[in-house]
């Protein structure tokens, strides 16, 4: 995270990536919005789009107070393939919305990049450097599919991670309180359901409200220590508990029976 204004920091892109307009006839266009999550965060996005080759390199930004917008970091950049019909895909349409980290994948294999040669660790020269190396993708017909990559990224690093949600145990946990919802309880806050870039892979968290009762419940975990704590906004620490089901069935008896 830099302190910088989030303009400034855009614009470091905006420069870096200028031969997408001047060589490729992308077209640049910036989108601002506040962030799904109650942190007082800004999403700031860079979006280059090819209406000729229907493709899409977007830059998403996040500056951690939308009203200085001093402290940025860069959340992801993901290259899109738009279908016949001119529909933008989702962020979770893995096959047609890929992160540039998967995309990296194919150099080696499908390119022939050699091992020998120096790769850049700094995020805009590691970007452009994929992006030349796999200009095919946004400049030709040529798509990966997403067995192509999986193939890949399970013979060289023995996992999967191309079309994956990485948020953890919060479908888990909405399926063991799903007892809830008949309550008068309603889910106000869920990981799952924001943007791929604002999810928290390290603390996830689901929200409940009940209107009647006037509570609300926040679960978040701690992925590393595989556990979770609950608070309300009558109790900062309400419920204790390790991720496994009977731990949330004791928060869900608790929750009803209060």
């Known amino acids: ?17 200028d031969f997408l307009t001047k060589k490729y006839n992308f077209k640049i266009s ?10 007082n965060s800004f999403i ?30 860069i959340a992801d950049t993901y ?28 150099i080696e294999v499908k390119y022939n990049y050699l091992e020998t040669q120096e790769y850049p660790i700094n995020y805009i020269d590691r970007v452009q450097f994929i992006l030349y190396h796999l200009e095919n993708i946004f400049t030709k017909n040529y798509w990966p599919t997403i067995a192509e990559i999986e193939d890949i990224q399970q013979k060289n690093k023995g996992f ?14 909405k399926n063991e309180l799903k007892e809830l919802v008949n309550a008068g309880y309603e889910i106000v806050f869920d990981e799952t359901q924001i943007p791929p870039y604002e999810q928290s892979f390290m603390g996830p968290s689901i929200k409940y409200y009940n209107h ?47």
């Open 1 to 17: 995270m830099q302190k910088i204004d989030i303009k400034d920091f855009s614009r470091k892109f905006i420069d870096a990536f």
């Open 30 to 39: 910036e989108h601002k919005e506040n962030s799904l999550k109650s942190d």
């Open 44 to 73: 700031h996005k860079i979006i280059y789009t090819n209406s000729e080759t229907k493709r899409i390199i977007e830059f998403v930004f996040i500056a951690e107070d939308y009203k200085t917008h001093m402290f940025c970091r």
């Open 79 to 106: 290259v899109k393939r738009i279908n016949e019909h001119d529909e933008i895909p989702t962020y979770t349409d893995f096959a047609n919305c890929l992160k540039i980290d998967d995309l990296n994948d194919l």
């Open 160 to 173: 999967v991670s191309v079309g994956k949600q990485n948020v953890p145990y919060i479908s888990l946990i």
């Open 212 to 258: 009647t009762r006037k509570l609300q419940i926040d679960i978040t975990f701690q992925t590393r220590d595989q556990e979770f704590y609950v608070s309300t906004n009558r109790s900062k620490n309400y419920f204790y508990g390790i991720a496994t089901k009977d731990d949330y069935l004791k928060l869900k008896n608790k929750i009803l029976n209060e």
